[in-house]
């Protein structure tokens, strides 16, 4: 599968952004999806993630302020980013687990390195 993220850009601070995250394929809707982001001079860490069966996950920073959401008829998963910060500055990632015994298990990693596909990045700027 491939994905593309798009939507970021330059906001200020206490601005919102969205970001939408196209999949190629049929098999969208079985997989578990996920952001990630990744600051200049730090680690890639988790943002979010949507179980294929919709159940969500939230980085205690971004909780209230980010929702992660999913379309599968148009293979697309969205993070609605609102009272951005300028510690929310990063390169933001999707990625896809298409691991199969954790859909069975209901189980939604935060793990970066339990994701199959991941896409390109897209730049979120937030000025204070």
């Known amino acids: 599968v491939q994905l593309q993220a798009s939507g970021g850009g330059l906001v200020q601070a206490g601005g919102s952004l969205r970001l939408s995250c196209a999949a190629s394929?049929?098999?969208?809707?079985?997989?578990?999806m996920g952001w990630f982001r990744q600051a200049p001079g730090k680690e890639r860490e988790f943002v979010a993630a949507?179980?294929?069966?919709?159940?969500?996950v939230y980085v205690d920073s971004v909780k209230g302020r980010f929702t992660i959401s999913r379309d599968n008829a148009k293979n697309t998963m969205y993070l609605q980013m609102n009272s951005l910060k300028p510690e929310d500055t990063a390169v933001y990632y999707c990625a896809a687990d298409a691991d199969p015994l954790r859909r069975s298990r209901f189980v939604v990693t935060t793990n970066p390195n339990d994701y199959d596909y991941w896409g390109q990045g897209t730049l979120v700027t937030v000025s204070s």
């Open positions: 394929g049929r098999t969208f809707s079985s997989y578990d």
């Open positions: 949507i179980s294929w069966s919709g159940s969500t």
